[in-house]
């Protein structure tokens, strides 16, 4: 039987993954655990071979989770649902971590499929995500620089806002936005990867 935890954001009401998985006779649904500071450790008790991750949250903001449950999980595979028609939801260009991609929409034998997939230890990414990703503009508006710029120097997000007359929120949305543009994992790989493309100094 293979094991699996779905994880959601509190806040998000989509169709229950779990209606999909618990008619499949190989799957064992064990539960859905909420996004929240100790969903590794508990993730970690429950021993799953696959952790189906479905948020709305973007995938800048999926990858540090990830990184977590990776760590308390080393054997379990992670899918994370995506819905190509928002922001911020296309599968990073340089993620080499252990986090797989199936479109939200996917139909339920698709899912399963997947599921039995990464517990045979395959790597999966949605042909479809796959292409958007591809065919999306990665590049940095010049206001996205500025402030990844100014964050490349040491800055905090108050002293980028006060010189740029934004509010901190702005600054957080322009560096999120940064982040899911360059596929990086936090803001500091974002600034390696705008420096080795010639965006930085």
Not at 11 to 26: I, N
Not at 67 to 76: F, G, K, Q, R, V
Not at 95 to 115: E, I, P, R, Y
Request: net charge positive; with cysteine; glycine share 6%.
């Amino acid at each position: 039987m293979i094991r699996v935890v779905v994880v959601r954001d509190e806040g998000y009401f989509g169709v229950p993954v779990r209606t999909f998985l618990e008619t499949e006779p190989d799957m064992h649904y064990v539960t859905t655990l909420p996004i929240n500071s100790d969903l590794a450790p508990r993730a970690a008790q429950l021993w799953p071979a696959v952790i189906v991750i479905d948020t709305e949250y973007m995938v800048s903001q999926v990858l540090p989770l990830a990184d977590e449950l990776h760590t308390a999980i080393p054997s379990c595979a992670m899918l994370l649902l995506c819905d190509p028609s928002k922001r911020g939801m296309l599968p990073p260009r340089r993620w080499n971590g252990g986090l797989n991609f199936l479109v939200k929409s996917a139909a339920s034998s698709s899912l399963a499929d997947t599921v039995r997939r990464l517990a045979a230890g395959e790597r999966v990414v949605s042909p479809m995500l796959q292409a958007a990703s591809l065919n999306t503009d990665r590049g940095l508006s010049t206001r996205e620089l500025e402030v990844l710029g100014l964050a490349a120097e040491g800055e905090s997000v108050k002293e980028i806002a006060g010189r740029l007359y934004l509010s901190g929120g702005t600054v957080r949305n322009y560096l999120s936005a940064v982040i899911a543009k360059t596929g990086a994992r936090n803001r500091l790989d974002a600034i390696r990867i705008a420096r080795k493309e010639g965006w930085l100094r």
